[in-house]
T-cell receptor
């Protein structure tokens, strides 16, 4: 079974609108971490936001927020006030407690922001 | 500047040749990783190392080899045994505290013909 599932191959959003990128995960660990990364066309991976499994509050970093629903095992990324520079691939990833420094990535969602 | 360097950015090789991809970091991070990315795909773990002189196979280690003789360096060799070596290769590190987010290098795009 896939550990990280991103079901949206591509998304479009109008500039200045908000967009939600979906991510569900599968783990039997109690302690784990969830990450979102952005990959522009240049190829580098940029860390955006982190949510720990024991964090009660949803993580926020500027225009990025993570909608963490533990019971549903979902960790959706919300980007508010989209900008043209947000056009990129977005990857959800998970670090499990076992082999704690090993991270599993989803296949990504391509976001395109329309002017 | 602190960061991760990978060289070269583009690499071309003939089939049957071994090739070594460089990854150097000055972040003083213990853990280093190599990932492979194919078009339209996520990242797949090749090898990782948590300390010097120690490394573990990831999910797709066949046809690859690594060494970790120094904390700063984690070179990846793509051997002739790797059946489909053409891909984008990313090196990453992880710090020892906090969320363990990964820091990535700019990547090397390897083309084998």
């Amino acid at each position: 079974a896939q550990k990280i599932t991103q079901t949206q191959p591509g998304m479009f959003v109008q500039e200045k609108e908000a967009v939600t990128l979906d991510c569900t995960y599968d783990t039997s660990d109690q302690s784990y971490g969830l990450f979102w990364y952005k990959q522009p066309s240049s190829g580098e991976m940029i860390f955006l936001i982190y949510q720990g499994s024991y964090d009660e509050q949803n993580a926020t970093e500027g225009r990025y927020s993570l909608n963490f629903q533990k019971a549903r095992k979902s960790a959706n990324l919300v980007i508010s006030a989209s900008q043209l520079g947000d056009s990129a691939m977005y990857f959800c990833a998970m670090r499990e407690n076992i082999g704690y420094q090993k991270v599993t990535f989803g296949i990504g969602t391509k976001l395109q922001v329309i002017p | 500047d602190g960061g991760i360097t990978q060289s070269p950015k583009y690499l071309f090789r003939k089939e049957g040749q071994n090739v070594t991809l460089s990854c150097e970091q000055n972040l003083n991070h213990d853990a280093m990783y190599w990932y492979r990315q194919d078009p339209g795909q996520g990242l797949r773990l090749i090898y990782y190392s948590q300390i010097v002189n120690d490394f573990q196979k990831g999910d797709i280690a066949e046809g690859y080899s690594v060494s970790r003789e120094k904390k700063e360096s984690f070179p990846l060799t793509v051997t002739s045994a790797q059946k489909n070596p053409t891909a984008f290769y990313l090196c990453a590190t992880t710090g020892a505290s906090g969320s363990y987010e990964q820091y990535f290098g700019p990547g090397t795009r390897l083309t084998v013909t």
